[in-house]
């Protein structure tokens, strides 16, 4: 028959039991990371050593591409239609409105809307 006694003498053990396994289950999944980020780091490195020892990323010789042909990001800027003129004035590119944004200042409708 269970005591008050044994009662607390087992679920302290319990507690200790899960304290020590949390301790441990801690410990080796920070060495884990440890040896993941030093593997990590020494791969880092040996790329850079490859990079300096084949002098740099093009390493075909020739001067860095200045084009913007398969680059998107650069080619979104040179739009050959655009819908708007460019601003001449400092005023009128402050005041100007992209092509989402609304002309006209949105407003709800007044009124009971449940009817």
């Known amino acids: 028959m269970n005591t008050v006694k044994s009662f607390w003498l087992g679920w302290g053990s319990l507690c200790v039991a899960g304290g020590g ?10 060495s884990d990371r440890q040896a993941k980020l030093i593997a990590q780091r020494e791969k880092m490195r040996q790329i850079q050593e490859l990079e300096v020892e084949q002098g740099g990323i093009n390493a075909n010789g020739g ?13 979104a800027s040179s739009d050959p239609a655009p819908t708007r ?21 949105y407003r709800s409708p007044k009124g009971d809307r449940f009817s």
């Open 21 to 30: 396994a949390y301790y441990f289950a801690k410990k080796q999944i920070n």
């Open 63 to 75: 001067p860095a591409r200045t084009d913007s042909t398969g680059s998107p990001s650069q080619e």
């Open 85 to 105: 003129h460019a601003p001449a004035t400092e005023s009128q590119r402050v005041g100007e409105k992209s092509k989402y944004e609304s002309t006209t200042v």
